[in-house]
């Protein structure tokens, strides 16, 4: 097992009643679970985040915490939170990493993997 490791994985979902298409607006909410999956105590302490769009808009996102928060994370340990962003697309992907410090002052960054944001498919 690695020292220093946070485990990130994201569930999204499309907030139809939020978006407006002919508007060329997507709002898409995504729930984020980092699990401290190291052996060192940690804390996150800022995030960045590339998200794209289908016509390869980037917006960089950077910013201390998560909503607000800086979770202290035990080994084991896990926060969930949920944000979202919007597109101008109907679909698009987001990535990034979070810095994260652990409790000996090693710093650390844990990768967020990528992830697509798009419409629920519909059948016909």
């Not at 978006?19 to 607006?25: F, I, K, L, V």
């Not at 052996?39 to 607000?68: C, F, K, P, Y």
């Not at 919007?86 to 409790?103: D, H, I, K, N, W």
């Amino acid at each position: 097992m690695a020292a220093y490791e946070m485990t990130v994985t994201v569930r999204t979902q499309y907030l139809e009643e939020q978006s407006n298409p002919d508007a060329s607006q997507y709002v898409f909410a995504y729930a984020v679970t980092i699990k401290n999956t190291g052996s060192v105590t940690a804390q996150l302490i800022s995030r960045h985040w590339m998200i794209i769009d289908a016509n390869d808009q980037v917006q960089e996102v950077r910013g201390l915490g998560v909503v607000g928060h800086q979770p202290l994370l035990a080994p084991g340990e896990q926060f969930e939170y949920t944000s979202g962003t919007s597109l101008a697309t109907p679909q698009g992907t987001m990535r990034g990493q979070y810095f994260c410090v652990a409790e000996d002052g090693e710093q650390f960054q844990s990768k967020i993997p990528e992830f697509v944001l798009s419409l629920p498919r519909t059948l016909h």
